[in-house]
């Protein structure tokens, strides 16, 4: 399994709960890679009780941007 892929595929669907103008998402994701995110500077620390997590500014972009490539409709 490559580890980037899922991790990519995993900050695309992000994209698909975030609210607050962009600002957090909902963190219902596999541990590991949300950890991942995490320490990669994607997201803020998602172990706690709180819901959701923080994009960064560079993690909402990137979140974006796989979403497109990875399910956006060509027109």
Do not use: C, Q
Not at 38 to 60: D, Q, R, T, W, Y
């Amino acid at each position: 399994m490559d580890i980037d892929k899922v991790d990519e595929a995993v900050l695309a669907l992000l994209y698909l709960g975030a609210h607050n103008d962009g600002a957090r998402t909902w963190k219902s994701f596999d541990w590991d890679a949300m950890e991942r995110l995490h320490e990669k500077g994607l997201i803020s620390n998602p172990v706690g009780k709180a819901k959701s997590v923080a994009f960064s500014e560079e993690g909402f972009e990137r979140s974006k941007e796989a979403f497109n490539r990875l399910f956006g409709v060509d027109d």
